[in-house]
């Protein structure tokens, strides 16, 4: 009883309580609906539906069209803490995955947003620890209060991040280094195969 992506999350979700299980509802309510309007959709098949290139935490949102699929995920993590993390890409037509033999390539309907070309985190924009991860670790005064914060954080860099994914990723972003910081608000992740071996 695997399921779609989306039904994974959605068992995922309801297991969740408390702060973690508010956020997730921020996200789902005011996020979401922000990145569909603008194209990406949730795709039960994406990542060819396999749970171990996308986790059951993951909200995942693509919109399949042109030469380069703007590609999001939002996740949060498996220890029921109230935070998360946004990874953002373009992918082309073929993208890598590491195998046993090194990357093989794959075709983009297969791919997660860390098998193109680069991968960058979404963050404050400021230079603090932790700096790419909305919600919070440990405690918080006022747990809602600041998840809210969080949040809305989130939401004021959307459009940002709306604008890279419909004019594409600047070329001078290609060559930075990992966690080098790319334009106002965000940092590269992941460098895939083709660019390490230029």
Wanted: hydrophobic share 40%; glycine share 8%; charged share 25%.
């Amino acid at each position: 009883m695997a399921g779609s992506q989306i039904e994974r999350f959605e068992r995922w979700r309801g297991r969740q309580t408390g702060h973690l299980a508010h956020l997730v509802q921020l996200v789902l309510n005011e996020v979401v609906p922000e990145l569909e309007a603008a194209g990406l959709r949730r795709h039960a098949d994406y990542a060819a539906n396999l749970s171990r290139s996308v986790s059951a935490t993951t909200i995942a949102l693509q919109r399949r069209s042109g030469p380069l699929w703007p590609t999001v995920e939002i996740e949060f993590p498996l220890r029921r803490k109230p935070l998360l993390g946004l990874t953002f890409a373009m992918l082309p037509e073929t993208c890598y995955r590491y195998g046993e033999a090194g990357p093989e390539a794959i075709p983009r309907l297969e791919a997660n947003v860390v098998e193109g070309d680069i991968a960058f985190s979404l963050c404050k924009g400021g230079n603090r620890n932790y700096d790419c991860n909305f919600g919070y670790e440990w405690l918080a005064l006022l747990p809602a209060r600041r998840l809210r914060a969080e949040v809305d954080q989130m939401k004021q860099r959307l459009p940002w991040l709306l604008d890279v994914l419909n004019s594409g990723i600047p070329a001078d972003w290609l060559t930075l280094p990992r966690a080098g910081r790319a334009g106002q608000y965000a940092r590269v992740s992941v460098r895939g195969s083709r660019l390490e071996s230029r």
